[in-house]
Every structure is written in C-alpha cells, then in structure tokens.
Nanobody
Framework: QLRAVESGPHLVQPGGSLRLSCLWS?????????VGWFRQAPGKEREGIAC????????VYGDSVKGRFAISRDNAKGAVSLQMNGLEPEDTAMYYC???????????????????WGQGAQVTVSS
C-alpha cells in the first residue's frame, strides 16, 4: 500500500540534501491515521524519525533529525515526502516510508509498530 517513488540507492556527501518520496494506495483500503518514515542501519535498532498526521499535517520528529529533516504530505496526490538537509554519516541507513493507525508520538518513541511500510531506499552519506 506504500511505494517509494525512487528506491535508490542514494549517495550523498556530508552536509548535502536529499528528498525521498512515497505514494500510498488511493483506494478506500488505505485508512491510516498517520504516515511517516523510519530508518534502520546495520546492527542498529529501527528508529522512527518523522511522522505526520494525514488529517491536519501535525508533525512529530525524532531528536536525531529535528531541525534538519522535514516531512510533508499531499493527500490529493497520496504522497508523503521527507526533505533531508545537513546530512551526516550517522544518517546512513535504509529509509522506509510507513503508515499506521496510532498516534505519531508512539511511532517516534518506538512504542508502536507501523502497520504498513514500503520497500525501502538506501541512503549513504559519505565523502
């Protein structure tokens, strides 16, 4: 029910920017309250990084990306995007767009599991 627009892989220099986008299913089966992004690096736990409520655009961010990343959604197009600025080597991971019925804060804190997610996009930050 979620599909990355460009699955990558993406190679970005430190300090650079990248925009990831996903499309969600436009049929009535997609009733998720929120959409967002999580990432997972090798040997590390899954990390919820950004989430947005579909109805009114309210956002929640993880501390590691706050101030650098921005999530947006376009309900008419069925799209969610993640603008990543000031990328650091520590941001290297597989990035997944996701959707869920719970509240954003629970996905960012890791107390809820996402219901659906896309196929992922590899992002590598390196010079």
């Amino acid at each position: 029910q979620l599909r990355a627009v460009e699955s990558g892989p993406h190679l970005v220099q430190p300090g650079g920017s990248l925009r990831l986008s996903c499309l969600w299913s436009r049929d009535r089966t997609f009733e998720s309250r929120v959409v967002g992004w999580f990432r997972q690096a090798p040997g590390k736990e899954r990390e919820g990084i950004a989430c947005i409520r579909r109805r009114d655009g309210t956002t929640v961010y993880g501390d590691s990306v706050k101030g650098r990343f921005a999530i947006s959604r376009d309900n008419a197009k069925g799209a969610v995007s993640l603008q990543m600025n000031g990328l650091e080597p520590e941001d290297t991971a597989m990035y997944y767009c996701a959707a869920g019925a719970d509240y954003c804060v629970n996905y960012i804190q890791g107390t809820s599991e996402w219901d659906f997610w896309g196929q992922g996009a590899q992002v590598t930050v390196s010079s």
